[in-house]
């Protein structure tokens, strides 16, 4: 609805611009012109960087090919585009999880009592059943997260 109504102003202002054309000074329409073309510009990017990118997701598959050939039952969703996400879930021993974890780069932490949510986007059940609702909370996890603020100066401060 925003962007038919943003269409329509749009519309109305070169309705009037190319009414008064023949009359305006060529620096003017010059002006115009590049205005015009920053607009269209402006337009098109927020289209493109805000739209839904394309998602591709699977449930209990006996392996995939990015995952180390010991991965079992993989659940994934990848989304591209703005707020891209990459997540999934699989059996995997040990030994392969090291593995795939220092070829990552990632470094593992033990923790207690994990809840990350990330189920519910992969279509999976809940893990648990409380008395305040259903929670997707691992007693012990090896974990690792990636994130960065969208502050950016938070960045700036983080670099000095």
């Not at 002006?31 to 493109?48: H, N, P, R, S, Y």
């Not at 990552?104 to 893990?127: A, C, H, I, Q």
């Amino acid at each position: 609805m925003k962007f038919a109504i943003l269409i329509l102003l749009f519309g109305a202002v070169l309705a009037v611009t190319l009414k008064a054309w023949p009359k305006m000074r060529r620096t003017v329409k010059v002006i115009i012109g590049l205005g015009l073309a920053g607009v269209l510009a402006v337009v098109a990017f927020m289209f493109l960087a805000f739209s839904p990118g394309r998602e591709e997701s699977a449930k209990h598959l006996a392996r995939v090919d990015w995952l180390p050939t010991e991965a079992s039952d993989v659940t994934y969703l990848k989304r591209g585009g703005f707020g891209w996400l990459i997540c999934y879930e699989c059996s995997l021993p040990r030994v392969a999880l090291d593995r795939l974890a220092e070829k990552e780069g990632w470094s593992l932490e033990p923790k207690s009592d994990v809840s990350t949510g990330l189920r519910r986007d992969l279509g999976l059940p809940s893990l648990k059943t409380t008395e305040y609702g259903e929670i997707d909370s691992v007693a012990k996890a090896l974990f690792y997260e990636k994130r960065h603020s969208n502050n950016w100066r938070s960045h700036r401060h983080l670099r000095s």
